[in-house]
């Protein structure tokens, strides 16, 4: 079975993560499709890209098991990759989330530039509570969507965040009950298929590159703080607890 499906009506590209039994957690195999997507120049016709997740999640993040065996040593990992290309890519992204969006499915669906959820649906950075850390990338665009006091409460609390609480903060775009996330979906994706492509492109593009200035300030040293975070004997007692269903016990080392 494909971990990632790819489909196209011709103007609409959707990318489906179908790994529903581990709730769409991402292993290396699923991030590697998703980058040559996005990194992918888009069809003559393509105008936008879905981004759904099959089952009762959304994306659970990183495959926390493959992680542990396979532990990440550089300050760029494959999915800060992916999300890279997510935000280069020039057409817009649109993320239908239901269920969990966690770490890193929470920070694929910030990197769209629509998020649709389900009223139900949770939204979470719990990388504080198994001993992890987002680099500067991930912040950076935490820090666009949701300001620096919700930032501060997303990711040092690590606690799950309910749809209505992220739409309120002005994190996500809509917030809509199950019966209705088809038809709100479907009129973001008409309207944004009959707008004019190349406006588009334009739009997404100088969004990003006035956001961007961040990326000038030197921050080799919380780089490393990241790196010595992600590396820790706690990152390790983190990831087994929570493989293990246990509270962790950190040591600060």
């Avoid at 769409?24 to 990194?39: H, I």
């Avoid at 493959?66 to 999300?83: C, I, L, N």
């Avoid at 490393?224 to 607890?241: C, F, M, Q, W, Y």
């Amino acid at each position: 079975m494909e971990k990632v499906l790819i489909k196209s009506d011709g103007v609409v590209k959707t990318v489906i993560l179908n790994r529903p039994e581990k709730r769409n957690a991402l292993d290396l195999e699923m991030l590697e499709v998703l980058y040559n997507v996005f990194s992918a120049e888009p069809e003559v016709n393509d105008r936008v890209i879905v981004i759904r997740g099959e089952g009762p999640s959304f994306c659970a993040g990183i495959d926390l098991a493959e992680r542990e065996k396979k532990p990440s040593t550089g300050s760029v990992s494959p999915v800060e990759r992916v999300f890279h290309a997510m935000e280069m890519n020039p057409l817009p992204i649109v993320s239908v989330v239901q269920g969990a969006a966690i770490a890193g499915g929470c920070e694929m669906a910030l990197h769209s530039e629509f998020v649709i959820a389900e009223d139900t649906a949770k939204f979470g950075m719990s990388l504080a509570q198994i001993g992890l850390a987002p680099n500067w990338f991930l912040t950076k665009k935490l820090l666009e969507v949701a300001g620096p006091v919700h930032t501060r409460e997303i990711l040092l609390l690590g606690n799950p965040m309910s749809a209505q609480w992220m739409y309120e903060k002005g994190a996500i775009s809509r917030v809509v009950s199950t019966n209705e996330i088809e038809a709100e979906v479907s009129k973001i994706i008409i309207r944004l298929s009959e707008n004019a492509p190349l406006s588009l492109r334009a739009m997404k593009a100088l969004i990003i590159r006035e956001l961007a200035f961040r990326d000038n300030i030197e921050h080799s040293d919380v780089d490393a703080l990241v790196v010595k975070a992600r590396s820790s004997e706690d990152a390790k007692e983190g990831i087994r607890a929570r493989l293990e269903k246990r509270d962790p016990v950190f040591s600060g080392t």
